[in-house]
């Protein structure tokens, strides 16, 4: 399990702007995570299309893009994202 503030690090740390953590099953837009530097490392959800959250983005927060993460179950989807997230291999 991560939390909200080690996300945080890890973005500022890699100097991630967006995550984008899957595609829309149905017509394949990408579905993810906008992380805004201004003030202070904001998050807006971004669906990306109006399939299945509605088409606009919306203000986010880090406890969000982590239970996303927490919440997966799939060997497969944990991956990509530790991929993506490039943990220090410590904890
Ligand atoms: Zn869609």
Known sequence: MKTAEQFREQAIKLNLHYWEHHTCAICGEPV??????????EVIFDSG???????NPRPSSWEDVAEFYNM???LDVINKMDEFWKWE???
Do not use: A, K, V
């Open 32 to 41: 993810g995570y906008y992380f805004f530097t201004c003030p202070n490392y």
């Open 49 to 55: 299309c109006g399939c299945s959250f509605g088409s």
């Open 72 to 74: 997966q179950t799939s």
């Open 89 to 91: 291999e410590t904890e």
